[in-house]
């Protein structure tokens, strides 16, 4: 195998690399990886089925809940929970599998070859597809606070949805590249990855500053009561994706750094601690995927009410809303209560203004 050889299999399989380079030497893994292996496989099986349970019950809420339905922010967040739904099914129990595999395979020869780069273009088709949500959650709360008088007629949920799909074909789309050419891969995903999170700030950075322009016409009681109400509505779910975004960066950020690390230091990064640090990142990256419902469920009320109902099934909406603030409530339950009878009468307000303009629509006005 020449050089060239060599640094193409190695971008993305270093223990196929290995195995070329240590023939004969390594058969193997020595007893710090097995160790590490089963720490890593033992850290990976235990959120599977909370990743799952969880994240299904966000997609089942969104789908059967008017209210959560009104705030298309929700719908972008059920897209993204399956994502992560899929990690839980999917991605995670193949990451064990492979882990098992590679503790009792011979590394010599090149039967791991297979498992990495399976495992690789599943966990960056689900990487690419988190960033293109998110990169769709920043846009709507962009619309929404600076547009929102087009907001309702911009964004509907059909075209949530056709944009959901399109993100999905385009994750699919950049992993064809590595059953071919492994550099055009990295530049092609690099260059996705890199203009989401650049877009993400850029609206980000421009919604924050019209917040804080909105912040001071309420100060100044410039807008009137149900304006007000609004506005403190889109700047908490503006709130949310920040958080999510955050999140996501900072659990990512190992990965990426990693990858980029041993693109350029290839063969001067020893083939066990690369290993170590490769499946930890991996492992920190499918955190993400529990973490983002369990922000849901902490930062969205609608939600905690929601899966009250969902795994009580003879609780109706009045005690679901009860027991939710029986079990978070504090000194200000009263209030909250207010609050959640505002909620939900401006949800139905929504929900009749966009059934009035698919009307209108249809009518032809």
Not at 149 to 177: C, G, K, M, N
Not at 250 to 277: D, G, K, N, T, W
Request: charged content about 15%.
């Amino acid at each position: 195998m020449n050089s060239s050889q060599a640094r193409n299999v190695s971008v993305h399989s270093p223990v196929c690399l290995a195995g070329e380079r240590d023939v004969g030497k390594l058969h193997k893994p020595s007893s710090l990886i097995q160790w590490f292996l089963i720490f890593y496989i033992v850290i990976n099986i235990i959120p599977v089925p909370f990743t799952a349970v969880l994240n299904a019950l966000v997609i089942i809420a969104v789908k059967k809940k008017s209210r959560l339905r009104a705030q298309k922010t929700n719908i972008v967040l059920a897209m993204l929970a399956l994502t992560d739904f899929l990690v839980g099914i999917l991605a995670q129990p193949l990451f064990v599998a492979g882990l098992i595999a590679i503790l009792h395979m011979d590394l010599s020869n090149g039967r791991s070859c297979f498992t990495e780069v399976f495992l690789f273009a599943i966990a960056n088709c689900l990487l690419s597809s988190s960033f293109l949500h998110l990169l769709l959650a920043s846009g709507e709360r962009y619309v929404a606070i600076k547009h929102p008088f087009d907001y309702i007629t911009i964004v509907t949920e059909s075209r949530l949805l056709i944009a959901s799909l399109l993100a999905w074909v385009l994750s699919v789309i950049v992993q064809i590249p590595l059953a071919v050419d492994e550099t055009v891969f990295y530049i092609l995903h690099s260059a996705v990855i890199g203009l989401s999170v650049v877009v993400i700030v850029f609206s980000h950075f421009s919604v924050f500053l019209e917040t804080r322009r909105h912040e001071n016409q309420v100060a100044a009681q410039q807008v009137t009561q149900e304006a007000r109400k609004q506005f403190e509505k889109d700047k908490k779910a503006f709130k949310l994706t920040a958080l999510l975004v955050g999140v996501l960066l900072l659990c990512c950020s190992p990965f990426m750094f990693i990858r980029i690390v041993f693109y350029i230091l290839e063969y001067e990064i020893h083939f066990e601690a690369f290993h170590i640090i490769v499946f930890f990142s991996t492992t920190v990256v499918f955190l993400n995927s529990l973490l983002n419902p369990m922000i849901y469920c902490i930062r969205i009320r609608q939600f905690r009410v929601a899966f009250i109902e969902l795994t009580c099934r003879n609780v109706t909406s009045p005690r679901a809303e009860e027991m939710e603030m029986q079990w978070f409530g504090g000194p200000d339950a009263a209030n909250r209560r207010e609050i959640g009878q505002d909620e939900r009468g401006q949800d139905q307000q929504n929900i009749e203004r966009a059934n009035v303009h698919e009307l209108n629509t249809s009518a032809g006005y």
